[in-house]
């Protein structure tokens, strides 16, 4: 005569109703921080855009600057200036 053994079927079911639980926080988790990592990605990405507007402005800026020089630089070199022999 041979014996077989078997599980019982409420054993195994409660195992894996006991896991569920622990699965469902685990996969919260999980998209809570998927969440946060979108959203710092996006205001990265914001930030960035922001400082790319910023410098372009500013770099407008200094090159308007650096014209005017350019101007007033060719301006005081288009005069005739006659020196005075020095005595």
Avoid at 37 to 59: D, E, F, N, P, Q
Wanted: aromatic share 4%; no cysteine.
């Amino acid at each position: 005569m041979s014996t077989t053994t078997t599980q019982e079927p409420s054993a195994t079911a409660t195992k894996s109703e006991a896991d569920k639980p622990v699965e469902s926080v685990v996969d919260a988790v999980f998209d809570v921080g998927e969440a946060w990592a979108a959203y710092g990605l996006k205001v990265g990405r914001m930030a960035l855009i922001t400082s790319a507007r910023s410098l372009t402005h500013a770099a407008r800026a200094l090159d308007a600057l650096a014209k005017s020089f350019e101007k007033k630089d060719d301006a005081t070199h288009d005069k005739d200036v006659i020196d005075a022999p020095a005595s």
